[in-house]
């Protein structure tokens, strides 16, 4: 109970307080627009449906390696858990919460699961994201302390990663315990279940990096898909590595947005309206959905063997 009044609590907040973009003038926007149609809101509203039809099926596939879940199951971890995790940076709270639906014994390995699920995702923002980054510089001479930082984390990270699977691969004279059970953990899914992985995190891209662009049309923005696609791109890739809290995700994507796009001749408004388009159709409406799901939540009980 508490969890889903701190959220809505949150939610409130934002809405009614975003430094920002105050909501009036976001309502006069969007009506100004006429985005509330009901055309606009059907096609928005199916993005978001299937952007999270497909993360709940590629959680239905990993977690079953685990075991068995149904899709129905699938969806009530997936959305109860974006619930609970609101108030968390970068939504690490999801770990927990999803941890929460399994017996004790096994929640390790489904945190380590959740892991991997988000891995795959982050890593098809990166790949996009970096192509997207290098071009949108080239194209239009971009010297920014978002783009050092960017590559500083970006090459970093490549190269822990590369001396982690090193060292998980190969004995090299390092015995190091956490590797030895993550080399054994990750050799418990089939190269399918990990390549549908991988392709339903593209198809997840694809869906809500066309809808920022679909929401763009709406307000008639007259920029090329390319171009909107060299921003975007950027932009997710930039967001994924700032530190944030659930609650501040908009605000601070919204900076980094206007400043993307003020280089396509974007207005501020625009795109600041977009970003908290995409935040309610992407993270509210889920999250309140999930809220029903949270109530419902029980802790599950070992079964007794008869």
Do not use: C
Not at 79 to 87: D, E, H, K, P, R
Not at 123 to 143: N, P, W
């Amino acid at each position: 109970m508490s969890i889903v009044v701190v959220a809505f609590y949150f939610i409130y907040e934002k809405l009614a307080y975003n430094s920002e973009l105050s909501f009036s003038s976001f309502t006069s926007f969007l009506s100004a627009n006429t985005i509330l149609s009901i055309a606009n809101i059907f096609v928005l509203l199916l993005l978001s449906g299937f952007n999270w039809f497909f993360e709940i099926v590629k959680w239905k596939i990993l977690i079953s390696t685990i075991k068995k879940t149904t899709l129905n199951q699938a969806l009530k971890q997936t959305l109860a858990s974006l619930t609970a995790s609101i108030i968390t940076p970068n939504r690490i709270g999801e770990y927990g919460a999803k941890a929460m639906f399994y017996l004790p014994e096994l929640r390790k390995r489904v945190m380590l699961t959740n892991l991997l699920g988000n891995l795959q995702q982050m890593s098809i923002t990166t790949i996009f994201g970096v192509i997207g980054l290098f071009t949108f510089i080239s194209r239009y001479h971009l010297e920014t302390h978002y783009f050092r930082l960017a590559t500083t984390i970006l090459l970093g990270t490549l190269i822990v990663s590369l001396i982690v699977y090193g060292l998980a691969q190969y004995d090299i004279g390092f015995n190091v315990l956490f590797l030895q059970k993550l080399k054994a953990f990750t050799t418990q899914f089939q190269k399918k279940e990990l390549y549908i992985g991988f392709t339903l995190s593209v198809i997840r891209y694809a869906l809500f990096s066309f809808q920022f662009y679909f929401l763009l049309q709406i307000f008639k923005i007259e920029i090329g898909y390319f171009n909107s696609m060299m921003a975007i791109t950027s932009m997710h890739l930039l967001m994924s590595i700032i530190p944030t809290i659930f609650i501040l995700d908009v605000v601070i994507k919204g900076s980094v947005a206007v400043y993307l796009f003020e280089f396509l001749g974007v207005n501020e408004l625009v795109i600041l309206s977009t970003i908290t388009m995409m935040w309610i159709l992407n993270s509210v409406i889920p999250s309140a959905i999930g809220s029903y799901f949270v109530f419902q939540f029980k802790m599950p009980k070992p079964q007794l063997n008869s």
